[in-house]
């Protein structure tokens, strides 16, 4: 079984930086696809970065440009640094990785099957 846990939520100001950190642990022989959702309150949960096979990645239109998914395989941490961040980015931030590689397209919560507790992301204008 593969255990995802984040950390590095928190609060900062509207064009300030974080980086959040997803760290993978337990019995599993590839990465797979791994990705990063949010949801805020009263949203629906959505996709905003993807890593699959050979590093290709993929971000939804509201992140392109300002967040960065990377993963480190020797550490076995999934990270997502956001910068130029809005007020629009604050919710809750999750890491979910998929049981296969995935092509690199839409990121659909349906396609993960293990997910994190989630880290909360505050900003203020």
């Known amino acids: 079984q593969v255990q995802l846990v984040e950390s590095g939520g928190g609060s900062a100001q509207a064009g300030g930086s974080l980086r959040l950190s997803c760290v993978v642990s337990?019995?599993?022989?590839?990465?797979?696809?791994m990705a990063w959702f949010r949801q805020a309150p009263g949203k629906e949960r959505e996709g905003i970065a993807a890593i699959h096979q050979f590093r290709a990645t993929t971000y939804s239109d509201s992140v392109k440009g300002r967040f960065t998914i990377s993963k480190d395989t020797d550490k076995n941490i999934l990270y997502l640094q956001m910068d130029s961040l809005k007020p629009e980015d604050a919710a809750m931030y999750y890491c979910a990785r998929a049981s296969r590689w995935l092509r690199v397209g839409s990121i659909e919560a349906i396609d993960y099957s293990t997910w994190g507790q989630g880290t909360q992301v505050t900003v203020s204008s």
């Open positions: 337990g019995e599993f022989r590839y990465w797979y696809s």
